[in-house]
T-cell receptor
Framework: NAGVMQNPRHLVRRRGQEARLRCSPMKGHSHVYWYRQLPEEGLKFMVYLQKENIIDESGMPKERFSAEFPKEGPSILRIQQVVRGDSAAYFC??????????????FGPGTRLTVT | QKEVEQDPGPLSVPEGAIVSLNCTYSNSAFQYFMWYRQYSRKGPELLMYTYSSGNKEDGRFTAQVDKSSKYISLFIRDSQPSDSATYLCAMSGDDKIIFGKGTRLHILP
């Protein structure tokens, strides 16, 4: 059973460009979470999605950031007009369990975004 | 006061020693308590989770939760160089998971 997959692993964007991060959950998991990790910082919750629904986006900036988890295909975290402060590691996690408490979350390897 | 406090370290101990990692928290609604291990430039890996208070043991790892003191611990026995990583405590109630900043652990051969 393949784990959570994220691509690309590394992404370099210039200021003002769009960044698109993809996450394929583990087989059988229908709950996806996105986190951001800055150097020397813990993981910060961004958004929790189920298929075709955003359940909780309270940790995601209201501007420039959006997320989706379509019926078919991976979950996508989109950052428009990136700025240097968006440089971070972005992790996706999936869970078979309902609810953002989701103690049984399995993480992907992350996408490291660098904005130049 | 932050919801979850965790000493960032680094913590260096000799191989074979017992390691003690700790977190404190302020939200009494937390019910699930987790420990994740994260190697450099990798995703976090769930080590153990505990529901409510008490102890849980898995091989060389023991997790303890004291809800009355709002204090959780992870003990690693017979520590190995391969245990060198960042350890993140995490906790949740009915809502999202809140993570500590992580403690960097170095096991010295």
């Amino acid at each position: 059973n393949a784990g959570v997959m994220q691509n690309p692993r590394h992404l370099v964007r210039r200021r003002g460009q769009e960044a698109r991060l993809r996450c394929s959950p583990m087989k059988g998991h229908s709950h996806v979470y996105w986190y951001r990790q800055l150097p020397e910082e813990g993981l910060k919750f961004m958004v929790y999605l189920q298929k075709e629904n955003i359940i909780d986006e309270s940790g995601m900036p209201k501007e420039r950031f959006s997320a989706e988890f379509p019926k078919e295909g991976p979950s996508i975290l989109r950052i428009q007009q990136v700025v240097r402060g968006d440089s971070a590691a972005y992790f996706c996690a999936s869970s078979p369990l309902k609810g953002a408490g989701g103690y049984e979350q399995y993480f992907g390897p992350g996408t490291r975004l660098t904005v130049t | 006061q932050k919801e979850v406090e965790q000493d960032p370290g680094p913590l260096s101990v000799p191989e074979g020693a017992i390691v003690s990692l700790n977190c404190t928290y302020s939200n009494s609604a937390f019910q699930y308590f987790m420990w994740y291990r994260q190697y450099s430039r990798k995703g976090p890996e769930l080590l153990m989770y505990t529901y409510s208070s008490g102890n849980k043991e898995d091989g060389r790892f023991t997790a303890q939760v004291d809800k009355s003191s709002k204090y959780i611990s992870l003990f690693i026995r017979d520590s190995q160089p391969s245990d060198s990583a960042t350890y993140l405590c995490a906790m949740s109630g009915d809502d999202k998971i809140i993570f500590g900043k992580g403690t960097r652990l170095h096991i010295l051969p």
